[in-house]
Every structure is written in structure tokens, then in C-alpha cells.
């Protein structure tokens, strides 16, 4: 079945869906399918109906039925479309969108260069990508697994270990989704975090920190959602 690239989130899904699953979006052409599949069913049995009525009843009754049945069915495809129409404008009427459409053509343009930088490491040329279509590149479905190994390498090759620093090996830690967006790391490769993980645990534990204490600092130094207080982390880091 045929896919499309949904005009808001870049979610892919099948072009008969009437509505983006990921976030709401209209698919119009899904939408007005849809539509006409339902007008055609309400027909369907329209007819149906004249058929049993044929048997039963007079031709002028049937005939006044089927007027009935008419009326109810153009009340019913008007109140359908107006429906619709209601919808795309309280989702900013995507289809005609600017920014929109370009992101779909840049998705488009880009798609192939991210998996090929993807297979072959090349961060920095992903990271260039983001810099292009940051809101893009966030919901290409490898972006986990970039943005864990884009912070990794910016930890890992920082020679500085301050509030900050510590911070943000805290976060990858305990609080991956930090780099991920929330409810992505479902879909990161666990067990590439898990090596890169257990490095940062590796290089915390050079500077005297168990992996118990590191736990019950980021528990009493951050708040219900998960956000550190970076000035209550100084306490850790002096000296050096």
C-alpha cells in the first residue's frame, strides 16, 4: 500500500489513513476517499432499500422514500464537508502551509544523504543536515541514535569537567530522552547507548564518582520531569 510523508510531524503512513496517527494532521486526499467510500456505501443501501421497498409497498411511497433518502444524504455530505473544512483550519490548514511544504521537499531531497551518512558514522554530515532542517532531521526515525552518539562524542572528547559537563553525563545516564525527545528511545539502538553508556560511567569513575553516588546526585539534584539544577552540581565538580 502506498505511503505518504505526513505535512506536520514527517511521519510516513498509508495515503487511504484520514487523519496522521502520529499527530491528528488531516490527510485530505485520505479524508475525501473516505468520504466517498461512505457516500457510496449510504447509496448502496439507498438502493438496497428500493429494491425490498418495490416488493412491499406502492411505487409513489417508494418514490417519496428515496426523495427522503436523497435529502438525508446531501444534509449528511453537507455536514461531513463542513466538518472537514473545521478541521483544516484548526490545524492551520497544513495542505497550504509554506513552511510545511518545503519540509516535505526537503525530506524528500534529503532522506537518502541521512541513511547514507547514517551507515557510515559520518556525524559531523548529519549534524550539517540539522543544522539545515533541524525539525526535519528530529523526526527521521534514526535521529535517537544520532543525537546519543552526536553527545556522546562531544562528552567523551571534552578535556573540561565542570558543573555542566556533569550535567550533561547525568542526563545520557539517567534521562537519555534529554537528547532524544520524549517516548524516541523506544526505537534507539539499546545496545550501542548501553556500550556508550557504561564509557561515560567508565570516565566518572576515573574522577572518584560510584555509580550509586552518581545516581542519588541526579535523584536529589533534579526536579518531577527530570531537569538538573546545574548550580546545585558545582559542590561536585570543585577542585578541579
Known amino acids: 500500500m502506498k505511503e505518504i510523508i505526513c505535512k506536520n510531524c514527517g511521519a510516513a503512513y498509508s495515503e487511504d489513513t484520514e487523519y496522521c496517527p ?4 488531516m490527510n485530505k486526499k485520505g479524508a475525501y ?3 466517498r467510500q461512505k457516500v457510496a456505501g ?3 443501501r439507498m438502493l438496497g432499500m428500493k429494491q425490498e421497498a418495490h416488493q412491499s409497498v406502492s411505487r409513489s411511497i417508494v418514490s417519496a422514500l ?4 436523497i435529502i438525508v444524504a446531501v444534509i449528511v455530505a453537507a455536514a461531513y464537508l463542513i466538518s472537514l473544512r473545521f478541521n483544516v483550519n484548526y490545524h492551520n490548514d497544513y495542505e497550504y502551509d509554506q513552511k ?3 519540509n516535505i ?3 524528500e531531497a534529503n532522506i537518502d544523504k541521512l541513511e547514507e551518512y547514517y551507515r557510515e558514522g559520518d556525524l559531523k554530515a548529519i ?3 540539522y543544522y539545515e532542517n533541524g525539525t526535519v532531521v528530529m523526526k527521521w526515525s534514526h535521529y535517537p541514535d544520532y543525537a546519543l552518539a552526536d553527545e556522546f562524542e562531544q562528552i567523551s572528547g571534552d578535556t573540561r569537567f565542570n558543573k555542566y559537563q556533569l550535567q550533561r553525563m547525568l542526563y545520557y545516564l539517567y534521562w537519555p530522552e534529554y537528547f532524544t525527545g520524549r517516548d524516541r528511545m523506544k526505537s534507539a539502538d539499546m545496545e550501542k547507548y548501553q556500550q556508550q553508556r557504561q564509557k561515560i560511567l567508565e570516565m566518572l569513575e576515573e574522577k572518584g564518582f560510584s555509580e550509586d553516588q552518581l545516581k542519588t546526585i541526579y535523584q536529589q539534584n533534579s526536579d518531577k520531569q527530570g531537569y538538573i539544577d546545574t548550580d546545585a552540581l558545582e559542590k561536585y565538580v570543585e577542585g578541579d
Open 100 to 102: 510545511t511544504l518545503e
Open 33 to 35: 476517499k473516505g468520504f
Open 66 to 69: 428515496i426523495r427522503s433518502l
Open 127 to 129: 549534524k550539517k543536515l
Open 42 to 44: 449510504f447509496i448502496d
Open 105 to 107: 521537499e526537503w525530506y
Open 22 to 25: 502520529y499527530c491528528g494532521t
